[in-house]
């Protein structure tokens, strides 16, 4: 069993004290680790993830989309309309609601994603399988408590 961590006074706080900073560093050295294999699939990490979002449940809503993906839609529809001009997803109105923009994956975007399935950085994380999940799901839970309190 671990022992507590004394929580330092705030004004006695350092830079590398900020759960903040060591997200958000540890996010600029996720970029760059996959940089390299962003790069072979010529894509932006944020396509990437759109792909893979697709990969999972095709033929999503444009609004729906950009919840999963924490992305407005002024931001989400230029991703698309580039996927789409790549040949990777397709864009139709929902025959239900005009409004309404589908958006799925073409077999080229299928194939992508599959092919991305070694671009898995796991092992250069350090961690055992137990601790990537266990990390995963704090920071989740961080994600969504910020989440809730901006909420209210």
């Known amino acids: 069993m671990s022992k507590a961590k ?5 004004k006695d706080l350092k830079l590398a004290d900020f759960l ?12 760059k680790a996959y940089k390299p294999i962003l790069d072979e699939l010529g894509l932006t990490y944020t ?5 893979i979002a697709l990969y999972e449940e095709s033929g999503q809503m444009v609004s729906e ?15 698309l309309k580039k996927l789409e001009a ?5 864009r139709q109105r929902s025959a239900a609601d005009e409004r309404q923009v589908l958006v799925s ?10 092919r991305a399935f070694n671009a898995n950085l796991r092992d250069a994380c350090g961690l055992t399988g137990d601790e990537f999940a266990d990390t995963r799901d704090v920071v989740l839970k961080l994600r969504n408590n910020l ?3 901006l909420a209210r």
């Not at 004394?6 to 705030?10: G, N």
């Not at 396509?47 to 792909?51: A, G, K, M, P, W």
């Not at 790549?86 to 397709?90: K, P």
């Open 147 to 149: 989440a809730k309190s």
């Open 86 to 90: 790549m040949g990777y997803v397709t």
């Open 20 to 31: 903040c900073f060591a997200i958000y560093s540890a996010n600029l050295t996720f970029g």
């Open 6 to 10: 004394p929580v330092p006074d705030p």
């Open 47 to 51: 396509q990437y993830i759109t792909i």
């Open 105 to 114: 994956l073409t077999d080229e975007g299928r194939a992508l994603r599959e």
């Open 65 to 79: 989309l950009g919840e999963k993906l924490f992305l407005e839609s002024n931001t989400l529809t230029p991703i």
